[in-house]
Structure formats: C-alpha cells, structure tokens
T-cell receptor, first 112, second 115 residues
C-alpha cells in the first residue's frame, strides 16, 4: 500500500532563509513523487515531480527536491525563501491507475 | 489556453438537499478526478473516471455520485447533503489513460457549506 507522511503541519522561516519541507513515502511499486503548491483560495499547482532518471528534480520558483530511495524521502528545498512562497505544500505519491495519495500538507509561513 | 473550471465557487445548502458541483475541462483529458480537502487530511479521492461512461469509487465515495457523458465534464452530486460534507472540493484531470506519473491539473475549487 502507498502512503505519504509530511513532517510538520506548519513551518515558519525568515525571508532569505533555507526552506526545507519534509516528505516520506511508502510504496509497494516504484514510486512517482510530486510536490504541489496551493496559494490561498486557489487550486493546486504542480511544483515538480520525480518519475524516472535524475534523482535531483528542479521545479518552478527555485524549488527542488531529491528522491532518496534508501531513505524513502522526497524533501522539498529552496535556498532562499521569498514572501511569495507562503502557501500550503502537498507531497503526493502515485497509485495504480494514475491516482494519487496526498500527504496532510505543510503550511509555510515566511516572516519579513 | 486549456483550463479546468468549477462552478459554483461557493455554495451554501441545507442538510438533505441534493447538490451538484460542476467540473469542466478543455484539456481533452481522458482522466478526471474529484477530491475533497479537509484540515488535517490533505486531499482525499471521492470518485474518478478514465473516460466517457466510466466511473469509479475512491476512498471517500459514500454519499457522492458522478456521471461522465462526455470528455469535458464530470459533475459531482451529493444525493442528500450532510454537515459532514462541508468541505472544499477540487476537480482534476490528467492526460494519459491510467498512466502513472501523469501530472494532474486542478480546478480552483468549490467551497461547500452544509447547514
């Protein structure tokens, strides 16, 4: 069975600081992993995804994530936070048939 | 540009009423999905469809139904609304038929309140 755990429902960083949002997964099949971002009162937007190939994946808005099979992790990072990064972030893993399982979400706050 | 739209964006209804939430996509995607978003639960799958006349139950399908009569639309019906169905509902679509790794594109959501 597949599952996703996001560590920390709320993360707060200062503007310019490193952003690290944690995601661990379990999967009985080779995983495809996704990070989505949700800005207030909007739908989800894909930040990046890992399917096959390079384990370090670069996404939009300066975010990147590294697939670590041995640690079953897919943590999201950004070297320098910007006020506009304040949003909710969801990690997800594929299930059979193209369905996704989502983590509970992490709300990122950015302090000036 | 192709897009996915939902209507209404906000809805208030009373317990026991039938409610239909609309989802329309112009991506020409075969796969369409309905999720509900609740605090502490992330997004949970309600129903999904892989094509016209195809519908399937997700993990939280009780009290909901869908129908797929064309490629573009997947309306979600709450047969008899309950307060537990107060939530934000998202529709999504993806391109390939049952292909893992597909990006799902999300609509803007419908906030439903059941009084």
């Amino acid at each position: 069975a597949q599952s996703v755990t996001q560590l920390g429902s709320h993360v707060s960083v200062s503007e310019g600081a490193l952003v690290l949002l944690r995601c661990n997964y379990s999967s009985s099949v080779p995983p495809y992993l996704f990070w989505y971002v949700q800005y207030p009162n909007q739908g989800l937007q894909l930040l990046l995804k890992y399917t096959t190939g390079a384990t370090l994946v670069k996404g939009i808005n300066g975010f990147e994530a590294e697939f670590k099979k041995s640690e079953t992790s897919f943590h999201l990072t950004k070297p320098s936070a910007h006020m506009s990064d304040a949003a909710e972030y969801f990690c997800a893993v594929n299930r059979q048939g193209g369905k996704l399982i989502f983590g509970q979400g992490t709300e990122l706050s950015v302090k000036p | 540009d192709a897009e996915i739209t939902q209507s209404p964006r906000h809805k208030i209804t009373e317990t026991g009423r039938q409610v239909t939430l609309a989802c329309h996509q112009t991506w020409n995607h075969n796969n369409m999905f309905w999720y509900r978003q609740d605090l502490g639960h992330g997004l949970r799958l309600i129903h999904y469809s892989y094509g016209v006349q195809d519908t399937n139950k997700g993990e939280v399908s009780d009290g909901y139904s869908v129908s797929r009569s064309n490629t573009e639309d997947l309306p979600l019906t709450l047969e008899s609304a309950a307060s537990s169905q107060t939530s934000v509902y998202f529709c999504a679509s993806s391109e390939r038929l049952a292909g893992a790794g597909d990006t799902q594109y999300f609509g803007p959501g419908t906030r439903l309140t059941v009084l």
